[in-house]
């Protein structure tokens, strides 16, 4: 398999003789996202890898690679531990080698349910729904409500997300779906060693968050859906007066 100037595989490339690369979704902080084909149930999944090209750039720093590992293998664990129709599901995971600039590389992959839809953010009004009561109320009832349920099975499950925001809640249809869990915390699962820079997304962060990531529980998911909830009724997406945090941050 051969790289591309924008992503790890080229479309019809074959990951781990199982899934059949169909598209690139996108790319964040340090993985990949690729919409695929599982081959032996014939279905669409998502796929996700940490970027070969991003662990080059760690090279020289051991300790922060070995930590993207552990956190990558972390979200795994933690979304294998529970099942909500808010929650997106996990399918599989694997590691398999690639050849990226002619040289052979060793991936980790995630395969989750592919979901084509927007995000929450495409639910939400762009000036508040307020004074609007019917909107408001439609928006709580058909979407807010079931985030609430699925964050309330996380904390059930002793799962902590840690970086709620509307862009990491999918649209299936109209069934939202709670995603992206690498920084999500389980109580149940072995601690893992932190890397010293913050992690999150400032607007969305509890004041603990800020100071100690450690520090966090199921009350900083619940601040940060107090901020997804006025953002949604009462403030622009562009004020961020009400949704500032400090001024000093990293973002994962």
């Not at 979704?25 to 796929?47: F, N, P």
């Not at 000036?127 to 904390?155: I, K």
């Not at 913050?198 to 619940?222: I, Q």
């Amino acid at each position: 398999m051969s790289k591309s100037t924008e992503s790890t595989f080229e479309v019809g490339a074959v990951l781990d003789e199982k899934w059949v690369i169909l598209s690139f979704i996108g790319k964040g902080g340090m993985g990949e996202v690729y919409r695929a084909h599982q081959l032996s149930l014939d279905r669409d999944v998502a796929i996700k890898i940490i970027s070969p090209a991003f662990l080059d750039e760690l090279n020289d720093n051991e300790y922060e690679a070995e930590t993207c590992l552990e956190r990558f293998n972390r979200e795994i664990k933690v979304m294998a531990r529970v099942r909500h129709p808010n929650i997106l599901q996990i399918f599989d995971s694997g590691s398999a080698t690639v050849t990226t600039d002619k040289k052979d590389t060793r991936i980790e992959y995630l395969v989750v349910e592919y979901v084509p839809g927007g995000t929450l953010r495409a639910t939400m009004s762009a000036q508040g729904f307020h004074p609007e009561e019917d909107r408001t109320r439609e928006w709580l009832l058909n979407y807010f409500l079931p985030v609430l349920d699925g964050v309330a099975a996380l904390h059930e499950a002793g799962i902590v997300h840690r970086d709620l925001k509307p862009e990491n809640v999918l649209m299936d249809g109209q069934t939202p779906k709670i995603a992206d869990f690498g920084l999500a915390r389980c109580g149940r699962l072995a601690p893992f060693t932190q890397s010293m820079d913050m992690k999150g997304t400032p607007p969305y962060m509890s004041p603990e968050h800020f100071l100690d990531l450690k520090r966090t529980d199921a009350r900083a998911d619940v601040y940060s859906l107090g901020k997804i909830l006025y953002e949604a009724v009462c403030a622009p997406h562009g004020d961020r007066m009400a949704l500032r945090g400090p001024k000093r941050w990293g973002i994962a």
